[in-house]
Nanobody, 125 residues
Framework: VQLQASGGGLVRTGDSLKLSCAASGPTFSNYNMAWFRQAPGKERKFVAVITKSGRTSYYSDSVKGRFTISRDNAKNTVYLQMVNLKPEDTAVYYC???????????????????WGQGTLVTVSS
């Protein structure tokens, strides 16, 4: 599986941005998909996950209510819609694939099998 993230950029506080992650391969709809982010000098942290059907999603507390994860299985793409962005959202955003059924430890990056290259989001104050 190859993942290509895009959509990052420089925005101002309060702006919106939508990230995309396109996946290769015919079995995209079999995978749970997640977004993580890594701020400069910090560890990579969980942002959101969506099940293979798209019916269930979970978010970190820091983005809940502002970010929405979605997917289009026909386009092999997962999205992250971000609104009301804050300077603390500045990070490189990565998409990831978990080929196993959704697990309780979905927020741990170690369980994910494939990663995209990341896209940088910078939010100025």
């Amino acid at each position: 599986v190859q993942l290509q993230a895009s959509g990052g950029g420089l925005v101002r506080t309060g702006d919106s941005l939508k990230l995309s992650c396109a996946a290769s391969g015919p079995t995209f709809s079999n995978y749970n998909m997640a977004w993580f982010r890594q701020a400069p000098g910090k560890e990579r942290k969980f942002v959101a996950v969506i099940t293979k059907s798209g019916r269930t999603s979970y978010y970190s507390d820091s983005v809940k209510g502002r970010f929405t994860i979605s997917r289009d299985n026909a386009k092999n793409t997962v999205y992250l819609q971000m609104v009301n962005l804050k300077p603390e959202d500045t990070a490189v955003y990565y998409c990831a694939v978990d080929t196993a059924p959704l697990r309780a430890n979905y927020m741990y990056r170690q369980i994910y099998d494939y990663w995209g290259q990341g896209t940088l989001v910078t939010v100025s104050s």
